[in-house]
């Protein structure tokens, strides 16, 4: 790097720590002297370079959202296209036609248009907050006010706006906020939900399916999500599926839902909906809970935002659909999903600290514990210890807790998982194996 390079960087670090505030995040640290944020500048495919000209694989497709890669050729195309045109015009009484056309592709995914209409936001929490509002308004609007419930899963996690968190079963994130939100009851199962008093003054249930992602990657059990749409149509509630991070290929289907015939009532996307270019998200719902906002101008459904339906992201979001056929990326993700948990295999029989590891399709979560079981004290933040290490070796991503999390782009090839997992290998060996030799976590 030249000197020149070395004073732009220096620049960038200090303004970073002067002006930013990076979510979940301990500023006092963040901003300390010692520590030298990584300070990303480009990417290509699965890669991302830092200032400093060093490249390394993006597991965690910045922060769940990439799908196809960095600076693919055709999303860079449909957006400069776009943006040739115009960049932004409101959806609050104007339209254009990408909102028509992707309205139209997303309806296509679900059975005789059962999720008929689409409700376009800015990100994964303002998909879950549409829904929750939908919810509570249309049963007001047709005679059920006394529904006004929700019911979530312990430790799930559907993002951060205050009736988002209302949901939150995340007590670090959400225990605060809850009280100033939407009523809202916990289960940990089926079972517990089954034996809910009330259930009458429940609008709707809330759940990831498939797999919790904050949830150290917690997988539910096959047939757990067909039994729950089974329970929520004999009871009268509606099925809200956030399918933030589930969505766009992740669990090897297009949706979670798909994987066992489930239609719910909403459906809420974002995150890959734009295969991870540009703030955009989605409410989708049936026909019939959208009848119940007729009538009346005051039955309208009176909530938006500046950029709903914004025509670049709608570009970049019908450029990603047509790259999944295209591409054949549902029909290449089998070969993936294989590899990844031979990937995942390997690295458990090798590593005993590796307690278990969990996948869903190309989501993989990797626990670390000690030789007896236990948890490490988390004073030690053995997880992040580990991914900061692995970032040394070539790996960019995250914990939660002490499970790593892999989930990288779709586009991702067998040989960089495998250089993903010797990455994660040699950064738990320089920690776990090499920092117990020098006493340094112990």
């Known amino acids: 790097m030249t000197a020149s390079m070395n004073e732009q960087l220096a620049d960038w670090i200090a303004k970073d720590k002067a002006y930013c505030w990076h979510p979940f995040t301990a500023q006092d640290t963040w901003t300390a002297s010692e520590h030298e944020p990584l300070m990303l500048v480009s990417g290509d495919g699965v890669w991302l370079e830092d200032a400093h000209g060093k490249r390394y694989i993006d597991g965690n497709s910045s922060i769940w959202t990439n799908i196809h890669g960095h600076a693919h050729p055709q999303l860079n195309a449909a957006i400069s296209a776009q943006l040739a045109k115009v960049a932004h015009t409101s959806f609050l009484g104007y339209s254009h036609p990408l909102a028509a ?38 049963r007001m609007q047709t005679g059920q006010p006394e529904r006004c419930e929700f019911v979530a899963f312990i430790n799930c996690y559907h993002g951060d706006t205050m009736g988002a968190a209302s949901l939150g079963g995340v007590e670090a994130f959400f225990s605060r906020f809850r009280k100033f939100g939407m009523t809202v009851r916990f289960v940990r199962d089926l079972d517990e939900l089954r034996a809910l008093e009330g259930l009458d003054r429940v609008a709707g249930v809330v759940i990831e399916p498939l797999v919790q992602g904050v949830n150290q990657i917690h997988v539910w059990p096959q047939g757990m999500l067909s039994e729950l749409r089974e329970f929520t149509q004999e009871q009268g509630i509606h099925l809200i599926l956030d399918e933030v991070m589930t969505g766009f290929g992740r669990t090897g289907t297009m949706f979670a839902c798909q994987q066992e015939q489930v239609v719910p009532d909403f459906l809420c996307l974002a995150k890959g909906l734009t295969a991870g270019y540009l703030p955009m998200a989605a409410t989708m719902v049936r026909e019939e809970i ?28 019908l450029a990603s659909l047509d790259l ?28 005993p600290e590796v307690w278990q590891t969990r996948q869903c399709g190309m989501i993989a979560g990797i626990e670390l514990r000690q030789a007896d079981g236990s948890p490490y004290p988390q004073a030690l933040r053995i997880g992040e210890k580990v991914c900061l290490a692995a970032r040394e070796f070539g790996l960019l991503t995250r914990p939660v807790l002490d499970t790593i999390v892999f989930l990288p782009p779709l586009s991702i090839t067998s040989e960089e998982i495998d250089l993903s997992f010797a990455a994660i290998a040699q950064g738990i060996t320089a920690v776990l194996s090499d920092g117990r030799k020098n006493n340094t976590i112990e």
């Open 324 to 351: 999944f056929t295209s591409d054949q990326v549902l029909e290449l993700l089998p070969a993936k999903i294989n590899h990844l948990q031979q990937a995942l295999q390997q690295l458990a029989d090798s590593h």
């Open 290 to 317: 959208y009848d119940g906002f007729s009538g009346e101008r005051e039955n309208a459904f009176y909530y938006g935002h500046s950029y709903t339906a914004n025509p670049l992201g709608c570009a970049a979001a």
């Open 101 to 138: 056309e992707l309205s139209a592709r997303l309806a296509e995914f679900f059975p005789n248009s059962s999720l008929s209409r689409t409700f376009f936001s800015d990100d994964g929490s303002t998909a879950i907050e549409c829904a929750l509002k939908m919810a509570l308004q249309y």
